[in-house]
């Protein structure tokens, strides 16, 4: 019988474990926190034939040892893909990445094929093994896989049919020694397509148009501004326009802000290059509802709003939520991702009124914000979002019409399992404090 080792027990370790052992694999789990150890799995390496690394996972000395082996490493999203052309090679891959709007545009893309009567479903990233959803479902037309770039790091005849990159920015310094590799690994998502493939462009994206070069599918060019002749989709006088037409109403547009027209055009293109109705796709956009922890807007105390955006997890998607609002009252804070903060401070000191700082971070975030000028009597640090309702309840009334906007700008691991169960606690903590 054939081995392979799981490194990561997670969703996709998981995944990747089940569906190895569908194809008749003796499977070795290994997980430092639950189970077998990296150390002990270095052991039993003379064994594996296949080598499966989790995205989260780091790239230690079990994986050093297992490709100085020979051992051929590659991750959950390869080893699935490669099951699919087996058991199901009709369906197809519609693949997003980017470093924001990546839920929510494979979300809505899901939601758009249903609504148009397509057989579609999400995994990936989006907290779905794309290897179980395999296992569960091979009835599908369409798979939406939401990608990050760790699962993207180790791709090797994985395909896309159809494939995006959102936007890019710098994100996940901790992991990367340039934010070029970064990059990179997102672009690797349009690796292996040919002209029969489709990659959707953000023209308006400075580091996407570097690398244009090396699409390899037909582009469809979209952007929220027209800056090429033959671009397919742009803003323009608060329409989109598609193909020379005004086709959507962007102050008729169901999910709101900068950052969620982007993300529009994207599932207007994908709806393009799929044949459904311009009106189908008309009526989706326009009727659709946001999403929990992105922009939520969940609760009122008097005129007071609060907003969960906790999937905002980098600087540029804080950015993005800040900007929707005038003058904010901000919970940021989390892990130290090694990022240049000072976009952020600026951001602060231009537009919010009051900062809320949680996490490992937060120390870093008040000094950074003093040595600009910001005024330290605005600045709570307050180190876990229990603290900061506590503060909020004594400064807070109800008829002043202030903004609670958590937008935590980095990712959650340090307090909370993620960014789900972070706004989630942020949501009953309001209600709790604010009923």
């Known amino acids: 019988m054939k081995k392979a080792m799981v490194f990561g027990a997670g969703v ?6 089940n569906l190895l052992e569908k194809e008749n694999y003796e499977v070795i789990l290994v997980d430092d926190k639950r189970g077998i150890t990296s150390q002990e799995g270095i052991e039993l390496l003379k064994e ?19 490709k100085n082996m020979n051992i051929e ?4 999203i390869e080893l699935a893909y490669r099951y699919m052309k087996k058991v199901s ?3 197809k891959i519609i693949a997003i990445t980017g470093t924001n709007g990546k839920t929510t545009t494979t979300t809505k893309i899901k939601e758009l094929l249903d609504y148009a009567g397509i057989k579609g479903d999400y995994a990936g990233n989006i907290g779905y093994s794309y290897g179980q959803l395999l296992l569960d479902r091979q009835d599908l037309d369409y798979i939406v896989l939401e990608l990050s770039s760790y699962q993207l790091e180790n791709i090797k005849e994985f395909k896309a049919n159809i494939a995006m990159v959102i936007n890019l920015a710098p994100d996940h310094m901790d992991r990367y020694e340039k934010v070029d590799d ?11 397509q ?10 308006n994206c400075e580091n996407c148009l570097k690398r244009e070069e090396r699409i390899l599918g037909k582009e469809i060019i979209v952007g929220l501004k027209k800056n090429r002749d033959n671009q397919d989709i742009y803003v323009e006088h608060k329409e989109i326009i598609y193909k020379g037409k005004a086709l959507l ?3 008729k547009l169901a999910l709101k802000g900068k950052h969620n027209l982007e993300n529009s055009l994207f599932i207007l293109a994908v709806g393009e290059i799929l044949g459904i109705e311009l009106e189908k796709i008309q009526e989706f956009l326009y009727n659709t509802k946001s999403l929990e922890h992105r922009m939520e807007d969940f609760y009122e105390w008097g005129k007071v709003k609060f907003i969960n955006d906790s999937k905002g997890t980098n600087i540029e998607s804080t950015k993005f939520a800040v900007e929707a609002y005038e003058n904010p009252i901000l919970i940021c804070g989390g892990v130290d991702k090694k990022l240049d903060l000072t976009p952020l401070i600026q951001l602060i000191k231009d537009r919010v009124k009051e900062v809320y700082l949680i996490g490992q971070i937060g120390e870093n975030i008040q000094t950074l914000l003093k040595d600009r000028g ?7 640090n307050c180190h876990t979002l229990e603290n900061v309702m506590e503060v909020l309840k004594g400064r807070l009334k109800k008829e002043n019409t202030d903004i609670v906007l958590l937008s935590p700008t980095t990712a959650s691991f340090d307090q909370f399992k993620n960014y789900e169960e972070r706004g989630r606690i942020f949501k009953e903590l309001v209600k709790k404090n604010f009923d």
């Open 12 to 17: 996709s370790g998981n995944g990747a474990k």
């Open 48 to 66: 594996i034939d296949l080598f499966i690394k989790s995205p989260g996972t780091p790239y230690n000395q079990l994986v050093k040892e297992a």
């Open 73 to 76: 490493v590659i991750d959950e």
């Open 89 to 91: 090679p009709e369906t």
């Open 182 to 192: 970064y990059y990179d690994a997102k672009w690797n998502i349009c690796k292996n």
């Open 194 to 203: 040919t002209k029969n493939d489709f990659f959707i462009l953000n023209s």
């Open 249 to 251: 109403n962007v102050d």
């Open 374 to 380: 910001y005024n330290q009597n605005r600045i709570f």
